[in-house]
């Protein structure tokens, strides 16, 4: 499994706009379905967006669509999450996580993780 980290977190106030980084070293991140993840004080990580490895295929969830878009850049092998439009609810830490051949996140290992970034919301 890739060690992959994240920044771009940070205190913003409703409605305004973050974008999200996850990167590694590792080049065949590039080949890996990424997925946003995030986890909100006293509640259980849930799932954001994925990406697949071309960049073509995206997937939301709920919450997550249109207000947060997830887009891939290989030459920087970094996997960015933009998010506008924030709301309070959003406040979480966020991380990623890859899968090297599928874009279904239930089908992923998720027992590594890296220290994710906090992003804080206020109204």
């Known amino acids: 499994q890739l060690r992959l980290t994240e920044s771009g977190g940070g205190m913003v106030q409703v409605g305004e706009s973050l974008r999200l980084s996850c990167t590694t070293s590792d080049r065949t991140f590039r080949r890996h379905a990424v997925g946003w993840f995030r986890q909100s004080p006293g509640k259980e990580r849930e799932w954001v967006a994925t990406?697949?490895?071309?960049?073509?295929?995206?997937y939301y969830a709920d919450s997550a669509k249109g207000r947060f878009t997830i887009s891939r850049d290989h030459a920087m092998n970094t996997v960015y999450l933009q998010m506008s439009a924030l709301k309070p609810e959003d406040t979480a830490v966020y991380y990623c996580?890859?899968?090297?051949?599928?874009?279904?996140?239930?089908?992923?290992?998720?027992?590594?993780w890296g220290q994710g970034t906090l992003v804080t919301v206020s109204s």
């Open positions: 990406i697949d490895w071309s960049g073509d295929s995206k």
């Open positions: 996580n890859s899968h090297q051949h599928s874009t279904r996140y239930t089908d992923w290992d998720l027992k590594v």
